[in-house]
């Protein structure tokens, strides 16, 4: 019967990390040409070989991602870009949008593998009357939103740092636990 507990508290205390890391750069395009095809290349990598697929969502105020659940179509904005993307560390592709009428537009693309991890860049369109003093406004914002992506990058890997330390402290105390219920 030791045996048993032993075996079996050795099967619950082992825990398996795994973690699938995507990144995609860079993390937003602009555009604020009219009726001008306008093309990015866009670098994909990952720690693992996986398969991407790719996703655009548009929006009017953008504010939310649940806002983002209109079709590039009820914007009359043509987005071409491959629907996968097979990555071996590190792969590029082409993302191509053309703005067919006025207006601000704002949309994401996402990238999501099939064990659902996924990121995305924010696109917007601006191709009204403010659309050189935005597109100022937009690439001046581009140092302070990386800056601020690695702050939240950093807060995520020490949370990860805590959770694996309480993690080992518990197969720690397990193993004493284990080690007691032998004995006796």
């Given at each position: 019967m ?5 075996f079996?508290?050795i ?12 990144s995609?750069s860079p993390?937003?395009?602009?555009i604020?040409?009219l009726?001008?095809?306008?093309c990015k290349?866009v670098t994909?990598?990952s720690?693992q070989?996986?398969n991407v ?5 548009w ?7 649940n806002d983002?659940?209109?079709?590039s ?5 043509n987005?071409?870009?491959?629907e996968?993307?097979e990555i071996?560390d590190?792969e590029?592709?082409e993302?191509c949008?053309t ?5 601000t537009y704002k949309?994401?693309l996402m990238?999501k593998?099939?064990?659902?991890v996924?990121?995305g ?5 601006n191709?009204g009357?403010?659309a ?8 001046s914002?581009?140092g302070y939103n990386?800056i601020?992506?690695i702050?939240?990058a950093?807060?995520?890997?020490n949370?990860?740092?805590i959770?694996?330390?309480v993690n080992?402290?518990?197969?720690f105390?397990l193993l ?9």
């Open positions: 030791k045996i048993f507990i032993f079996l508290l099967i619950l205390s082992v825990s398996c990390v795994y973690a699938l890391q995507i995609v993390s937003h395009i602009y604020n040409k009726n001008q095809e306008v290349t994909v990598s720690d070989n996986i697929y790719l996703e655009d969502r929006s009017v105020n953008g504010k939310d991602f983002y659940n209109l079709s179509k009820d914007f009359d904005v987005i071409n870009y491959p996968i993307i071996n590190e590029t592709a993302v949008i703005a067919n009428k006025k207006g949309g994401v990238f593998s099939e064990e659902g996924g990121v860049i924010l696109l917007r369109v191709t009357e403010n050189v003093k935005e597109s100022v406004k937009n690439n914002n581009i990386k601020n992506n702050d939240k950093n807060k995520k890997s949370v990860m740092l959770v694996l330390l080992s402290l518990f197969l105390v004493i636990l284990v080690i007691f219920l032998v004995r006796m």
